[in-house]
C-alpha cells in the first residue's frame, strides 16, 4: 500500500459527501469522489469522479472496487446509511481488504438496527435507554401500548414521506392502513439536537459534537449552533453502546424543558451538517481517516467550541459537457 492515502468517497452528491470531500482535500488527501447522479456537486470538489450503481445494484461492491482499482484507491468512506448496510455485509466487507481497500465500519447488527425502526426500538428500549415507547402490528394494539399523543411512521425509510402526527386515536386509526409497515410512538416535545459522534472500536466515545438545528431545509439544518450540556456526552456514549456501535455517527433527540434527554434515531454516518462540528474545532473526519488507516484517535483533536454558529449559503460549480442535440424546432405560426 502507497504511503499517499487515496480515498474513495460514496455518496459525494449529498450534503456530508460534500463535506467529506471538501474536508479530505484540505487535509491533503487524494480523493475519487463518487455518485450515482453524475451532477453531484461532490464530484465536481475532488481529484476526480465517477459514477457508480446504486447500493441496490447486486454489483455495487464490485463496481466500488473496480473503481478503486482504476484509481490506485487505498481507503473508503461511505456517507450513505442505505448503502452501508450493503458494504457491512459479511459477502462484502472483506472483499475490500483483500483488494487494499482500508474501510472502518459500524458493525452489521448496529447498522441494521439504525435502518429498522422496529429493531431500533426493541434494542434501544430493552436497554433501559431514554427513548419514546414504539409499537408496531394490529393499530389497536398498538394503541393500548403506547400513549399519546402520537407518531406513525414507516418501519423502514427516513424523510418526511407517510409521517402522521395527531392527538386523535381515531386518526391513527385512519392512516394506519396507508402507511408502508407503520409504527406508533409517543411524540416527544421539547428542543430537536444532533450530536455528531465519533466511537472508537472499543465502543468508547472519543469525541463529539452536540448541535441545536435552528433551521432547516429538507431535513438539512441550514443554520445551526453547537451547545454544551453536562452529561450529554455520557449519555450519548452508552446510547450507542447499547447498539454496539462504532465509528461515525450522528444522533438525534429532543431535549425538554426539565432537561430531560430523548433519543430519537441513529444515523450510522456522518451528518448532513457535519460541516458545523468541523468549524467548531473538532477534527471527526480527520481522526477517522486516521483509524481507517490503523492510527489510533487523537481525542484532544476532537475539542470543539460552544456556541458555533454556522449559517450556510449556495455555491455554484461549473465544468462544460457536449451540447445536447436537438432535431430542428417547428416554427409557431400565430393561428393555425
Same mark, same amino acid.
Given at each position: 500500500?502507497?504511503?499517499?492515502?487515496?480515498?474513495?468517497?460514496?455518496?459525494? !452528491? !449529498?450534503?456530508?459527501?460534500?463535506?467529506?470531500?471538501?474536508?479530505?482535500?484540505?487535509?491533503?488527501?487524494?480523493?475519487?469522489?463518487t455518485d450515482v447522479n453524475r451532477y453531484g456537486a461532490g464530484l465536481q470538489?475532488?481529484?476526480?469522479?465517477?459514477?457508480?450503481?446504486?447500493?441496490?445494484?447486486?454489483?455495487?461492491?464490485?463496481?466500488?472496487?473496480?473503481?478503486?482499482?482504476?484509481?490506485?484507491?487505498?481507503? %473508503?468512506?461511505? &456517507?450513505? &446509511?442505505? !448503502?452501508?448496510?450493503?458494504?457491512?455485509a459479511p459477502e462484502s466487507e472483506p472483499r475490500f481488504g483483500e483488494h487494499g481497500i482500508a474501510t472502518w465500519f459500524p458493525p452489521k447488527a448496529a447498522v441494521d438496527a439504525c435502518l429498522d425502526k422496529a429493531r431500533f426500538a426493541e434494542v434501544t428500549e430493552g436497554a433501559g435507554q431514554p427513548v419514546?415507547?414504539?409499537?408496531?402490528?394490529?393499530?389497536?394494539?398498538?394503541?393500548?401500548?403506547?400513549?399519546?399523543?402520537?407518531?406513525v411512521k414507516p418501519r423502514f425509510g427516513r424523510g418526511s414521506r407517510d409521517i402522521y402526527s395527531t392527538d386523535d386515536a381515531d386518526v391513527v386509526r385512519e392512516v394506519w392502513p396507508r402507511v408502508p409497515e407503520p409504527i406508533l410512538q409517543t411524540r416527544i416535545s421539547g428542543r430537536e439536537f444532533t450530536f455528531d459522534a465519533l466511537v472508537d472500536r472499543d465502543g468508547s466515545l472519543a469525541g463529539g459534537v452536540p448541535r441545536f438545528r435552528v433551521e432547516t431545509k429538507s431535513g438539512i439544518s441550514?443554520?445551526?449552533?453547537?451547545?454544551?450540556?453536562?452529561?450529554?456526552?455520557?449519555?450519548?456514549?452508552?446510547? %450507542?453502546?447499547? %447498539?454496539?456501535?462504532?465509528?461515525?455517527?450522528n444522533v438525534q433527540g429532543f431535549i425538554g424543558d426539565g432537561g430531560e434527554l430523548t433519543f430519537m434515531e441513529v444515523n450510522p454516518r456522518f451528518s448532513g451538517a457535519l460541516? %458545523?462540528?468541523l468549524g467548531s474545532g473538532a477534527d471527526l473526519v480527520g481522526q477517522y481517516v486516521n483509524a481507517v488507516y490503523g492510527q489510533p484517535i487523537d481525542r484532544a483533536a476532537l475539542t470543539y467550541e460552544p456556541g458555533t454558529v454556522m449559517t450556510r449559503y449556495w455555491a455554484e460549480s461549473f465544468t462544460h459537457e457536449d451540447p445536447l442535440e436537438l432535431p430542428?424546432?417547428?416554427p409557431y405560426v400565430p393561428g393555425v
Open positions: 500500500m502507497t504511503d499517499e492515502r487515496r480515498i474513495l468517497v460514496t455518496g459525494a !452528491g !449529498g450534503p456530508a459527501g460534500v463535506t467529506v470531500v471538501r474536508t479530505l482535500r484540505q487535509l491533503g488527501v487524494w480523493v475519487l469522489a470538489l475532488a481529484d476526480d469522479a465517477e459514477t457508480v450503481p446504486p447500493y441496490t445494484d447486486p454489483d455495487y461492491v464490485t463496481a466500488l472496487i473496480e473503481t478503486a482499482g482504476r484509481h490506485d484507491v487505498n481507503g %473508503l468512506i461511505s &456517507t450513505m &446509511t442505505e !448503502g452501508m448496510s450493503v458494504l457491512t419514546p415507547r414504539s409499537a408496531w402490528g394490529p393499530v389497536e394494539d398498538a394503541l393500548a401500548r403506547v400513549p399519546g399523543p402520537w407518531i441550514t443554520t445551526g449552533v453547537t451547545f454544551a450540556a453536562p452529561g450529554i456526552h455520557e449519555a450519548v456514549e452508552s446510547f %450507542l453502546g447499547c %447498539l454496539g456501535h462504532t465509528g461515525p455517527a460541516a %458545523l462540528s430542428p424546432l417547428v
